[in-house]
T-cell receptor, first 115, second 112 residues
Framework: DAGVTQSPTHLIKTRGQQVTLRCSPK?????VSWYQQALGQGPQFIFQ???????QRGNFPDRFSGHQFPNYSSELNVNALLLGDSALYLC??????????????FGSGTQLSVL | KNQVEQSPQSLIILEGKNCTLQ??????????LRWYKQDTGRGPVSLTI?????NTKSNGRYTATLDADTKQSSLHITASQLSDSASYIC???????????FGTGTRLKVLA
């Protein structure tokens, strides 16, 4: 049973470029959330996707956008990269019907470095 | 502003010893609180999940407590092992939201 897989594992970009990160949820999961984790900090919520719609968004600018596909996989796109976007980007999947006991399963993340 | 604060920031203990990590939150209304373990360079792994009606939850050598009145939680690790070396993150979800608010974590180092 495959867990949450993210690609690529590492990425180096320059300021102003655009990047796409990918996530495949754990088998059977229908909800995907994206988090940004700066060094030494806890993850910050970017947004959550369910039924191919953005269900909730955190305090991130419109440069951050996403998509969920019919197979529940998801992409995170970041445009006009800034140095401050350098971070570990984590994808978490869950099953909406678990309700309050919804258990988040995280991937190992994509380490993005912006030069 | 909804916040989750953890203490201490870091902790060093000897193998076999016990330790307790603290979490205070201001998220209101409250839905549930979780503790996660995160190894360096990896995604967090769930240890416990508690709703406002639960005040203790155990997972092996990990025991979490919750006082929803004072908005405090603790994670107690018994008979620590070298593999317990990691960051432990307290996470809170408010009622009526899908957003989880993460603390900055306690970095635990277990020495032989």
């Amino acid at each position: 049973d495959a867990g949450v897989t993210q690609s690529p594992t590492h990425l180096i970009k320059t300021r102003g470029q655009q990047v796409t990160l990918r996530c495949s949820p754990k088998s059977g999961h229908d909800t995907v959330s994206w988090y940004q984790q700066a060094l030494g900090q806890g993850p910050q919520f970017i947004f959550q996707y369910y039924e191919e719609e953005e269900r909730q968004r955190g305090n991130f600018p419109d440069r951050f956008s996403g998509h969920q596909f019919p197979n529940y996989s998801s992409e995170l796109n970041v445009n006009a990269l800034l140095l401050g976007d350098s971070a570990l980007y984590l994808c978490a999947s869950s099953l909406v019907r678990q309700g309050v006991y919804e258990k988040l399963f995280f991937g190992s993340g994509t380490q993005l470095s912006v030069l | 502003k909804n916040q989750v604060e953890q203490s201490p920031q870091s902790l060093i203990i000897l193998e076999g010893k016990n330790c307790t990590l603290q979490c205070n939150y201001t998220v209101s209304p409250f839905s549930n609180l979780r503790w996660y373990k995160q190894d360096t360079g990896r995604g967090p792994v769930s240890l416990t999940i508690m709703t406002f009606s639960e005040n203790t939850k155990s997972n092996g050598r990990y025991t979490a407590t919750l006082d929803a009145d004072t908005k405090q939680s603790s994670l107690h690790i018994t008979a620590s092992q070298l593999s317990d070396s990691a960051s432990y993150i307290c996470v809170v979800r408010g009622r009526g939201t899908y957003k989880y608010i993460f603390g900055t974590g306690t970095r635990l180092k277990v020495l032989a």
